[in-house]
């Protein structure tokens, strides 16, 4: 299956912006969607982030706003913008490439995460 490795993660201040990227093995567009998760220690994972092969995209009302996810098909990687960054957004932030429909799809295969920290 789709192995995915994810980048982009730090340090950064209150308010500072990063950019996250999802380099997939394989092909994504083939895939209902690609997602951003993230967890925290001590907090189940979350869903931050999805964006279908058609473009639509789906935002955690946490991070709406804030975040913008995106995919780049040709060079099979996926992105997350993130501005304003808080410190509740530090996190281990991941990423997976998700099969089946609209109303019924599944995660396929997890990243080992990138660490993202937001304190001053």
């Known amino acids: 299956q789709v192995q995915l490795v994810e980048s982009g993660g730090g340090l950064v201040q209150p308010g500072g912006s990063l950019r996250l990227s999802c380099a997939s093995s394989?092909?994504?567009?083939?895939?209902?969607?690609m997602g951003w998760y993230r967890q925290a220690p001590g907090k189940q994972r979350e869903l931050v982030a999805a964006i279908t092969s058609g473009g639509r995209t789906n935002y955690a009302d946490s991070v709406n706003g804030r975040f913008t996810i995106s995919r780049d098909n040709t060079k099979n990687t996926v992105y997350l913008q993130m501005n304003s960054l808080k410190p509740e957004d530090t996190a281990v932030y991941y990423c997976?490439?998700?099969?089946?429909?609209?109303?019924?799809?599944?995660?396929?295969?997890w990243g080992q995460g990138t660490q993202v920290t937001v304190s001053s």
């Open positions: 394989g092909s994504i567009f083939s895939f209902y969607a």
């Open positions: 997976n490439a998700r099969d089946g429909t609209a109303t019924l799809s599944w995660n396929v295969n």
